[in-house]
Structure formats: C-alpha cells, structure tokens
C-alpha cells in the first residue's frame, strides 16, 4: 500500500473529510520557509480523535521547504489536527475533518504489542496472533536503493512474504562489511550511493540529515508494511564502518528523534537500539537513547536492544525494553529458557546460524548448512522462544534472493506447524519427554521434537480412551504420517523410517 501524499494547505480549504483507513499511513504535508537548520524546526501534531483519545505526533523536515506530519488513526471515528511547532508559519494549522475508516489490507493489524494474559508472546492492537518468524536483512533498505522499481528489494519481500516470514530485522543504516569491502560483485550493496546526513560517510554534516535517503528508505516501509512484515529497526550498528556522530551530542539526538518521528506511523515497527548493543559500553548513553525513542514515539512501539546481556539482565537499566532479543551461537533452548524465566516478556533468538548461499558469493566466513540451522531454529521454538533466519546471500550487504535458499520452505514449516496450535499457551516440557524436546499445554495438546529415532512420552491427564488426534510430521518436507493409535498414558514410540534423517514432530491432542 503506497503512503497518501496529501497536500495540506495552511489556510482552510472547506474540503469533504479526509479518509484515512485504519492503522494505515497518511502524511498532513507543509510548506514553509525556515530561517537557519530546518532539522531543528520543532513541528507536532495534536491528534484528537474518538473518545478525546489524544495523540501528539512529532513532524519532520523532508526538504524542498517541506514538513511532513504522519499520521495513523488507531480508532475508528472522526479525528482532528491542530499544529503546534516554533516556525510562526506551521504553528496552529487545523484539520478539523478526519475520517478514520476501516482498513481494507488484510495483512495490517496494527502495532505489535505484548500479550497480557501470555506475556511470552506477542499480540496486533486489533487482537491478532503473531506468531514471529524472523528474518534477517540488515541492507534491505540498500538493496538496489537507486533502481526506481526496486526490484530486488521487492523480490526478496516478496518471497519472505510468501513463505509466512513476518518480521525482518533491518538497520537504519550501514556502510560495507569488512568480509566483502567495497564492490565485490553486482549483488553488492556496500558502501551504500545515498547517506542519512549531507555530505558522505567519511565527511557528513551531522546537523542536517539527508532527505533523499530516507525517502528511498521510506519505500521499504511501505512494502513491509504492504505484506504485514514488521520492520525490527535498529538506530545503530558498531561493526559495518559507519561514521556515526559524536556520543552525548545534539546531532546523535536529532538522529534519533528524526527516526522516530519519521517512522513512528507505521503500524509494522520495533524499535532496537542498535544491532549488537553490546558495543555500546556506556550504559547510561543507551538507557538516555532507548528513552528519548521512546518519548518521542506517540504510538509506543515495541522497544528491545539487541544481545546486550549487561543491560538485558540489569533490572535497573531495563526498565525500557519490552522483549528481549539475543543472539546465541550455543545454549539455544537454554538461553532461552533463561531469559524466559529472568522476566515475563518474549524472547528472540535473532541469530543462532549462517545458511550458506546457493551461490559462492563473497560474504560472511561462517556458513552452515540448511538441516544444521533448522535443526537450531525447532530447538529455540521448542523451548518456547521465536527465532530469526539467516541466509548469508541476503543477510548483510551482498543481496542476491535467486536462486531461493533450501532452508526458507524449511523455516516456513515451523510456522505453518505451531501456529495452528494454542502455541501462546504451550510451554516447554521436557520432563515429559525422553528422546525430544516437548511443549505442551497439558491435557489438551502436545508437540515432541525428535532428532533421534526413539521417543518416550508422559501423556498423564490426557484422557485416553477415545478423540485423540496423534500425527507424525516430517520438519523437511511437511510430510504427514498418522502415528499409532494412543492406549496408555505413558507411551513409547519411533519416528517414522520414512523421514530418514530428517528430525520428526509428534503432535498429540485431544479433539474437542
């Protein structure tokens, strides 16, 4: 769904309501001259809306003598817009007929949130599940970002939104990678033609951003938001050779605040402090940051800073993040245990492998292969956690979607399984498993992960005699065998000969 670009004109122009579909973007468009930094001009719009439910939107410079004020009505209803900014030309501007009505694209449901009664897990505003299955595309945005079509950009959102991936963890911005520097073939991406700020990476004016990078950025969102991917957003990365402004100073804020209110509308996105936040050490930078994101964002995004253990488990700086996102490269299913059991919100395991390409590009040193990394993938998920995929012909600055990767319909396989289920109110119960791992709501419905070939369940308070539903599925294929039939509480079973190595799920449940 392509943004509304609608001209708001400063004097009242007596026009019919403006429409505006639920959760869905519309940008209130300004035009004025300002004296010295426009990046400093300070511009909000007071939303009222249904119910005197207020909402106080930041607006943001896009040059050419243009503000934008982007809007996403939550409630259903008739809206208002009043300005308040320090510029005399866009200060008290009124909208006074704004129509919320219902949104039309199946895929958007509204902001990401954390479900109360299931705090390990996520819920849309307008109730939805979300069951996350992630993946990991931090130069998406750079993908082609000349080419008006975007046409590998959009092939590669196009095959994760095929393949049931809806939640895509990206940076803001990066500069190349020291494991293919410059341009090491056509699919890459890094150093980047277009930057954030005026000027370059090496020579950036840190007082004013670049517009025209963040339009082309603007483009992903929208695409993203278009197929109900969720944008995971990371402000910063420390290891990608970017010229970042200085720490403590007024540049970095406006960096932040320009994000925020640049992309706070759109219904699809986390906020992470930076990828690998753990380079980060001075803790009370990031905990300022992580606040001003989240005092700046009206909408109140989701917000986590990606594998920083210090500050994750530091009850005094954690007090604004809202899940918890890790990378382990061992200990999956315990970490996740771990982390699941230190405080009640989700946890994401965002990178516990490297598929290898199909293709031999010049990318990461570390490459696995697909059945070694779902295999880790069903381990993260089975102890109740969510996980990110990684391809390593995708993952960073070399982005070449085609040939599609063996492990992607793999992935999918997890989603198209446990989704089905009450996942939400699963746990992980291994004690009820010799051979596998298990997660179960006991009594109603229980899933055992197998590598091996042998399997000993405890299905006590499962009653039985009669409407039990038990099928074997193959984790490679999606293959189906009807397992034997269910007579004793405690049973002893193998993994069908015809899965070969591939790994098995019995899934157990009563039928009601």
Excluded at 402 to 429: H, T
Excluded at 483 to 504: C, E, M, N, Y
Aim: aromatic content about 14%; glycine content about 8%.
């Amino acid at each position: 769904m392509k943004l509304v670009w609608v001209a708001f004109l400063l004097a009242s122009t007596g026009l019919a309501a403006i429409p505006i579909e639920q959760y869905n973007v519309h940008d209130f468009v300004f035009t004025a001259a300002a004296p010295g930094n426009p990046f400093d001009v300070a511009l909000t719009g007071e939303f009222t809306g249904p119910g005197g439910v207020r909402l106080q939107v930041p607006g943001f410079y896009d040059g050419n003598e243009h503000w934008r004020i982007r809007f996403s009505p939550t409630i259903l209803g008739s809206w208002t817009l009043r300005t308040v900014s320090s510029l005399p030309a866009l200060n008290q501007q009124a909208e006074n007929d704004i129509s919320c009505i219902p949104n039309r694209n199946p895929n958007i449901h509204g902001g990401l949130g954390i479900d109360p009664e299931y705090p390990h897990h996520f819920i849309y505003a307008d109730g939805t599940r979300y069951f996350l299955l992630g993946y990991e595309a931090d130069w998406l945005w750079g993908a082609d970002m000349l080419d008006p079509k975007r046409k590998v950009m959009n092939r590669l959102i196009e095959q994760l939104a095929s393949h049931g991936f809806n939640h895509v963890m990206v940076n803001v911005y990066a500069y190349d990678t020291r494991w293919a520097p410059g341009k090491s073939c056509e699919w890459d991406y890094g150093p980047p033609a277009v930057f954030p700020w005026q000027g370059t990476n090496q020579q950036p004016d840190f007082s004013r951003l670049n517009p025209r990078f963040f339009q082309i950025y603007d483009g992903m969102m929208e695409a993203l938001q278009d197929k109900g991917i969720v944008a995971h957003i990371m402000f910063k990365v420390y290891n990608k050779k970017v010229n970042w402004p200085p720490k403590h100073s007024r540049d970095e804020e406006r960096y932040f605040r320009y994000v925020v209110a640049r992309y706070q509308a759109f219904s699809n996105v986390v906020w992470d402090f930076s990828k690998e936040s753990y380079n980060e050490k001075d803790n009370l930078l990031q905990s300022h940051l992580t606040d001003l994101i989240r005092s700046t964002d009206a909408y109140h995004r989701l917000t986590t800073a990606h594998d920083d253990d210090v500050y994750t488990w530091d009850p005094d700086l954690n007090r604004n993040l809202d899940f918890r996102t890790d990378q382990q490269h061992s200990d999956w299913a315990e970490m996740i245990a771990f982390d699941r059991a230190f405080r009640q919100y989700p946890v994401l395991n965002s990178e516990f492998g490297y598929e290898k390409g199909v293709e031999d590009l010049p990318t990461h040193e570390h490459r696995d292969p697909w059945d070694v990394q779902l295999h880790r993938a069903w381990l993260v998920y089975m102890a109740g956690g969510y996980g990110v995929y990684y391809y390593n012909n995708t993952a960073w600055d070399v982005v070449k979607p085609d040939p599609e990767p063996p492990g992607m319909m793999r992935f999918q396989l997890i989603k198209d399984l446990l989704s089905k289920l009450p996942y939400w109110r699963m746990k992980p119960a291994n004690s009820l498993a010799v051979g596998g791992s298990c997660l179960a709501l006991p009594g109603e419905v229980y899933v055992f992960y197998v590598q091996g070939s042998k399997l000993t369940v405890n299905l006590t308070g499962l009653n039985v005699g009669s409407g039990i539903s038990a099928y074997w599925h193959d984790t490679w294929t999606g293959y189906r065998e009807k397992a034997s039939a269910i007579h004793a509480q405690v049973l002893q079973t193998r993994k069908p000969d015809s899965f070969g190595s591939a790994p098995g799920l019995l899934i157990v449940q009563r039928i009601p």
